[in-house]
């Protein structure tokens, strides 16, 4: 069986399910652990089904990023260590055929 990304749900994808099925929902990133010497990033993301600030949350997950020589992850691995991180949270919170995203798996 070949590997094919295409059977794997983009965050962007999820983050738009996530507005679908909770439009009043919130994802929060947090910073848990970041040494910007050696490139390496570990963020915290929380998923709440409403904007009731005392509702506990429905989903948390945590992605971990570092920084590269050469790609994306040269200028953008904070950013990218957030966007794994929601996709992640999501997939949690909200299931679909596949746990990683297609953002993990690249």
């Avoid at 794997?8 to 507005?19: G, P």
């Avoid at 949350?57 to 570092?66: L, Q, T």
């Avoid at 994306?72 to 990218?80: G, P, Q």
Wanted: with cysteine; proline share 5%; hydrophobic share 35%.
């Amino acid at each position: 069986m070949a590997f094919d990304l295409s059977n794997y749900e983009d965050v962007n994808a999820r983050i738009t399910r996530f507005r679908d099925e909770y439009p009043m929902g919130r994802l929060i990133a947090d910073i848990v652990h970041i040494d910007i010497e050696q490139g390496r990033i570990l963020v915290k993301a929380t998923a709440y089904r409403t904007d009731d600030p005392n509702e506990l949350p429905a989903a948390i997950d945590y992605a971990y990023e570092f920084r590269q020589q050469h790609g994306v992850n040269r200028d953008f691995w904070v950013e990218n260590c957030v966007t794994s991180a929601y996709g992640r949270v999501i997939g949690a919170l909200s299931p679909s055929n596949a746990r990683p995203t297609r953002h993990d798996m690249e």
